[in-house]
């Protein structure tokens, strides 16, 4: 079983509402995700991170921000949840060596 | 284009029997492949990892193969079980810029025929 644990599983917001999806893991992982999946299709990363203070923008375009301030901890932000943001949002982590991702159980958020 | 192709798009079987599922790549440079078990509602699991030098391994009822001239991957599950039902997902690693990127297949639904 992977240690990383993703709060909360299900959000339903309304519309410019800001929110945080939260993500940590107890690996001591040095890397990672943010992942964007829509039922049936594959998985789009949005943010990535390579160690403390260190964030990227993954290949599909988002309005959202993440942080990196502890190495466990890597949440995710909108700060103003549009219809548009509804989807699942997956987090990932892996350690340089192995590449091996570690996914959390995801947050499944909808946005009236 | 780097690309990750699964077929079928979705697979219904019975209890018991076996059943492969394919991926076809067009990513370069080439690292490894391996196959995920993403459950309805949960985050994927890795299964197996293959990388350029093999051609077979396998994990409990799951066997994956890797051609990597051809660049095609399987994943044979053998007599299948109601707890096999999920999206299985082949997921390439391709080194670049001096670390690692993942491109996804969209995955293989596995359903059960009641």
């Known amino acids: 079983e992977a240690d990383i644990y993703q709060t909360p599983r299900y959000l339903v917001i309304g519309t410019g509402k800001k929110i945080t999806l939260e993500c940590s893991q107890t690996m001591g992982h040095d890397k990672m995700y943010w992942y964007q999946q829509d039922p049936g299709m594959e998985l789009h990363l949005i943010h990535y991170?390579?160690?403390?203070?260190?964030?990227e923008k993954g290949d599909l375009s988002s309005e959202s921000t993440v942080s990196r301030i502890r190495t466990e901890h890597f949440p995710l932000t909108l700060e103003s949840a549009r219809p548009s943001h509804t989807s699942q949002y997956l987090c990932?982590?892996?350690?340089?060596?192995?590449?091996?991702?570690?996914f959390g159980s995801g947050t499944q958020l909808s946005v009236l | 284009k780097n690309q990750v192709e699964q077929s079928p798009q979705s697979l219904i079987i019975l209890e018991g029997k076996n059943c492969t599922l394919q991926c076809n790549y067009t990513v370069s440079p080439f690292s490894n492949l391996r196959w995920y078990k993403q459950d309805t509602g949960r985050g994927p699991v890795s299964l197996t990892i293959m990388t350029f030098s093999e051609n077979t391994k396998s994990n409990g009822r799951y066997t994956a193969t890797l051609d990597a001239d051809t660049k095609q991957s399987s994943l044979h599950i053998t007599a299948s079980q109601l707890s096999d039902s999920a999206s299985y997902i082949c997921?390439?690693?391709?080194?670049?810029?001096?670390?690692?990127?993942?491109?996804f297949g969209t995955g293989t639904r596995l359903k059960f025929l009641a």
């Open positions: 990932a982590s892996s350690r340089t060596g192995t590449e091996k991702l570690f």
């Open positions: 997921v390439v690693n391709s080194p670049t810029s001096g670390t690692y990127k993942y491109i």
């Open positions: 991170s390579y160690g403390v203070n260190s964030t």
